[in-house]
């Protein structure tokens, strides 16, 4: 698969969509001009400072990391050109009893909650966790996302579902997500000092 050097847009989540699960579902967008600043940060956690960390583990998970490895990928994120965009869905809100029996449509959702906060004004590749292994789930999902978007007809966006260990912006994008659950379930501003100076757009649904 061929992805062309565009802008890009990398979608995680964080939380669960059970309704008896967590209080809050995150997914969050990290859009990067600049990819090769994401693949520094993780290529020097792998090579330097957290080396013996991360030696036997393909993919940086937050929840699964040591908080000085955490902090040290959003202090760096922080420093780059990136902007972050939030969805956030508290579930005691959530009266529609399609959404709360179709995890999917839920899913989709609280993806075109986030599609509506963002404004593209060049090309870009859309990479979001692959959290859907059905051919029809994806291409529903795609559809509903675009229409969501606001952009220019002459921009191109392509929309890839990775596996995250195959990704780097998705491993850093797990680790913002992380960080806004951590604000919202546990009122725990901990982590998400660590990225003041980013430019965030946040919506709680």
């Not at 789930?137 to 929309?159: C, G, T, V």
Request: hydrophobic share 35%; net charge positive; glycine share 2%.
């Amino acid at each position: 698969m061929n992805i062309n050097n565009n802008h890009y847009l990398f979608i995680d989540e964080s939380g669960d969509l059970g309704i008896r699960g967590s209080k809050y579902l995150i997914l969050a967008g990290l859009f990067v001009e600049d990819r090769k600043s994401i693949d520094k940060i993780l290529k020097n956690a792998r090579r330097n400072k957290f080396k013996k960390e991360l030696s036997k583990t393909r993919e940086i998970k937050a929840s699964s990391s040591s908080t000085n490895l955490v902090e040290y990928l959003l202090k760096n994120v922080n420093k780059t050109n990136s902007k972050i965009f939030c969805s956030v869905l508290d579930k005691n809100s959530l009266k529609n009893p399609i959404l709360i029996n179709d995890k999917h449509l839920l899913y989709n959702h609280v993806a075109g909650n986030l599609a509506e906060q963002i404004v593209l004004k060049d090309d870009t590749n859309v990479i979001i966790d692959k959290s859907k292994s059905k051919k029809v789930h994806i291409e529903e999902f795609d559809r509903y996302f675009l229409n969501k978007l606001s952009y220019a007809d002459n921009i191109n966006i392509d929309i890839y579902h990775y596996l995250s260990h195959l990704n780097n912006g998705l491993q850093i994008v797990d680790v913002i997500a992380w960080a806004f659950y951590q604000h919202y379930e546990y009122n725990n501003d901990y982590y998400t000092k660590f990225i003041t100076n980013l430019k965030k757009s946040i919506s709680i649904i």
